[in-house]
């Protein structure tokens, strides 16, 4: 396709037009894992937590220090304990879940923060898929206070305190609420919830709040 003509902009609409671009670039569309074929929510692109930016951590050293990553997560008390598959984006800026066959997995989201550090960390897992419950099929029943423990790769344990939960709908899920930037070490486990639709999917989201201990 030949480049299209934009006659005589001025700075100042050059400048409007330049910005309105750029917004257009980090929107994107995230799925949170649940059924098979999970609705998309659409939402602004995670934004960095605020904290000290990895390449200016350090060792004693002077080498930078780079967070293990999560391997594991368990809830006592549900007696949910999975290992964590990492989570990235799909070509069309869906967030990827972990593939239905392998429903008892978890994964966590590697555009967020790791779990430990200053910022949002996510972990998504499925309610139920066609092959059964799920990982997560449980989640509903955890209470206020209760543990999640999240193993790294070190085998280093971390523990979150359980602070909130809510069932949202998909078409309005909270997006800077989950993933924006935060002070705290925080937690999110994601799943889906609710009643289910003309197409066998989940309408609602399930979404657990958790700081570290």
């Known amino acids: 396709m030949p480049p299209v003509h934009r006659p005589g902009l001025s700075r100042a609409r050059l400048a409007v ?29 995670p934004t960095a937590a605020p904290g000290t930016p990895e390449s200016e ?28 598959m990492e989570l990235g984006l ?49 989640l509903k029943k955890i209470e206020e206070g209760a543990d999640i423990t999240v193993t790294d790769a070190t085998g280093k344990a971390l523990h979150f305190t359980v602070t909130a939960m809510e069932s949202v709908s998909k078409n309005a899920f909270p997006t800077e609420k989950v993933y924006g930037p935060t002070q705290e070490r925080a937690l999110r486990l994601i799943t889906c919830d609710g009643d ?12 657990v709040y958790a700081t570290a201990s």
């Not at 200053?118 to 799920?134: K, Q, R, Y």
Request: proline content about 8%; glycine content about 12%; some cysteine.
């Open 196 to 207: 289910f639709d003309a197409q066998g999917h989940p309408v609602d989201n399930l979404i």
């Open 90 to 138: 799909n070509k069309d800026g869906t967030v990827e879940v972990p593939p239905a066959e392998q429903g008892m997995t978890a994964g966590w989201y590697t555009g967020g923060a790791v779990p430990g550090e200053v910022g949002a960390a996510v972990i998504i897992g499925h309610n139920d898929t066609h092959f059964g419950e799920a990982v997560f099929h449980d």
């Open 17 to 45: 037009a330049l910005l309105a671009t750029l917004v257009q670039l980090v929107l994107v569309t995230v799925l949170t894992g649940c059924s098979s074929s999970p609705d998309p929510v659409v939402r602004v692109a």
């Open 57 to 84: 951590q350090s060792t004693a050293s002077g080498t930078p220090a780079v967070p293990a990553a999560p391997a594991g997560v368990a809830i006592s008390s549900l007696g949910i304990t999975s290992s964590l």
